[in-house]
């Protein structure tokens, strides 16, 4: 029952590289997302997709590129990390459509960009 | 306007009492709603669904407003392990986004 698995779970990068933050869902969910959380705030949808094939812009996009690889794999990818993408990093799945279909998480990834 | 909006608390209440949240929407196509748990640090987990007729799960009742767009949260009989920030989602199945509240902090004290 692994649900949403995330990789890494921590990571340090220096200002300028990249790199890809990994997530798969085991759920046969349609759709999944990525959130990014900042200390005493609320969660930010930085990219989501609705169904394979489809990538859509959330709250918070610049910065950032994603990749839905296959129905499973959602990937987020940062090309030049910078300081002020320091945060914690959640991957979601969810059902598409239909009512009362929640947003299962996963444990996230903590990334610090110095 | 924020589509979904909490009280940021902290609520502190004592063991055994009970505490009610409230949450506010803007979106009256909104079609789904939850309540979602988060420790510090740590990824939100599912605390339960929140039906059109009103739900309870053992000490945890959910409620809907439509008419006045607010879903409320009732905890009683907290417990230490209680202590968390609560977050409020509410979901346009249509368009598959949910929208998350900032989360309300509550903390039980012995």
Avoid at chain 1, 41 to 60: C, F, N, Q
Avoid at chain 2, 34 to 39: S, T
Avoid at chain 2, 67 to 96: E, G, M
Wanted: some cysteine.
């Amino acid at each position: 029952n692994a649900g949403v698995t995330q990789t890494p779970k921590f990571q340090v990068l220096k200002t300028g590289q990249s790199m890809t933050l990994q997530c798969a869902q085991d759920m046969n969910h349609n759709s999944m997302y990525w959130y990014r959380q900042d200390p005493g705030m609320g969660l930010r949808l930085i990219y989501y997709s609705a169904s394979e094939g489809t990538t859509d812009k959330g709250e918070v996009p610049n910065g950032y590129n994603v990749s839905r690889l296959n129905k499973r794999e959602f990937s987020l990818r940062l090309e030049s990390a910078a300081p002020s993408q320091t945060s914690v990093y959640f991957c979601a799945s969810s059902e598409f459509g239909g009512s009362n279909q929640p947003q299962h998480f996963g444990d996230g990834t903590r990334l610090s960009i110095l | 306007r924020k589509e979904v909006e909490q009280d940021p608390g902290p609520f502190n209440v004592p063991e055994g009492a009970t505490v009610a949240f409230n949450c506010t929407y803007s979106n009256s196509a909104s079609q789904s709603f939850f309540w979602y748990r988060q420790d510090c640090r740590k990824e939100p987990k599912l605390l339960m669904s929140v039906y059109s007729s009103g739900n309870e799960d053992g000490r945890f009742t959910a409620q809907l407003n439509r008419a006045s767009q607010y879903i409320s949260l009732l905890i009683r009989d907290s417990k230490l392990s209680d202590s968390a920030t609560y977050l409020c989602v509410v979901n346009l199945y249509n368009f598959n986004k949910f929208y998350f509240g900032s989360g309300t902090k509550l903390n039980v004290k012995p």
